[in-house]
């Protein structure tokens, strides 16, 4: 028996990550975790990124501060991550006890063929953690998950980064709409915000 | 100029980056986001002391242009605050505000265009109102003290009432060149 632990199926991860979600809002990042999040099931509370490669964390922050008393989850892969690092040090400064940025990390680029990402060599979680985000955690086991989602869908004592190692399996992509202004219009009204 | 009648080109007694501050508190704007500019600090330096507000500073200019986005999508009104040289870095996050909609609004101090000592401002400086036209930004301009109060009052209502990007540019003849003491 290999000493290693499998890696965790993203979809799994995911789906109980969301199970009892109540009244967060979820932010996905382009690729792979749009198609988790939306294999879980539309909600109107889901923001789907198509696009803004290294955006996603921080757009997640903007929403967490306007707020407050509500749970705001990110979901992303460690290849977007990687594309807005500096994020991390933008959160950590704001402190909001709402966010949770889970980073679903395979170590690849799934959506382009497949090639080796930097978190290969680069520990994700390490440099949150470095940045100065106090809950930064690695995640390899499903029971880890389980306090994670708890974690994420409540508030917590400051923002909590959780990456989260994941097989490179290629699961059946599930397309959400593409269609930012129906988003922006369906998440407003679900806060109870005009839509314009 | 009519000599019989100068024209009175004086700026508010709190100077115009209070007249921006002054804009942003009466259409309620909370979330403040920037990158430090010497030209802005004044502004930056009034949002971190109201309690009303939130002063984000953020590590590249893109981030602002998501964090606005979010921001809006919960409710808070924002605004993103750099300097030329940063709007390069903006360009493909603005596709964001494209495909989302909903107010987008910068206030950018301008630097390469005027006196400029450091030839490494010029290409970004030059290159800034085609940089926001491309993605599809409206872009105002104030040059004088006494246009950028009224500048950025048009601006607020274009973004916050209209729903529309606007990027205000601040000449560099508000701020001056920069001066490098060897």
Known sequence: MSAIPARLDRRAVVARLLKDRGDAIVVTGLGSPTYDVAACGDHDRNVYLWGAMGGCAVMALGLALARPDTPVIAVTGDGEMLMGLGSFATIAVQAPKNLTVVVLDNGLYGETGGQASHSVVTDIAAVAAATGIQDARAIAAMGDVEALAARATSLGNGPCVAVVKIDQAERERVLPTRDGHAIRVRVRQALGLTID | ?182
């Open chain 2, 1 to 182: 100029m009519n000599a019989m009648h100068p024209q009175a080109t004086h700026a508010s007694p709190a100077g115009w980056p209070m007249d921006i501050f002054a804009g942003l508190k009466a259409a309620g704007v909370r979330q403040v986001a920037y990158v430090p500019d010497g030209g802005h600090a004044a502004l930056i330096r009034a949002v971190h002391d109201d309690p009303g507000m939130v002063a984000i500073p953020l590590t590249t200019e893109e981030e602002g242009v998501a964090l606005v986005s979010g921001a809006w999508l919960g409710g808070d009104r924002a605004c993103l605050l750099m300097q030329s040289s940063g709007v390069g870095n903006c360009i493909n996050m603005l596709s964001l505000v494209r495909n989302m909609g909903g107010p987008f609004l910068t206030f950018v101090t301008m630097r390469g265009e005027w006196g400029e000592f450091n030839p490494w401002q010029v290409p970004m400086g030059t290159g800034t109102p085609d940089a926001f036209r491309l993605m599809g930004v409206h872009v105002m301009r104030a040059d004088t003290p006494d246009a950028v109060g009224p500048t950025a009052a048009a601006a607020i209502r274009m973004a916050y009432e209209g729903g529309s990007a606007v990027a205000v540019l601040l000449g560099q003849q508000l701020i001056g060149a920069k001066v490098f003491v060897k």
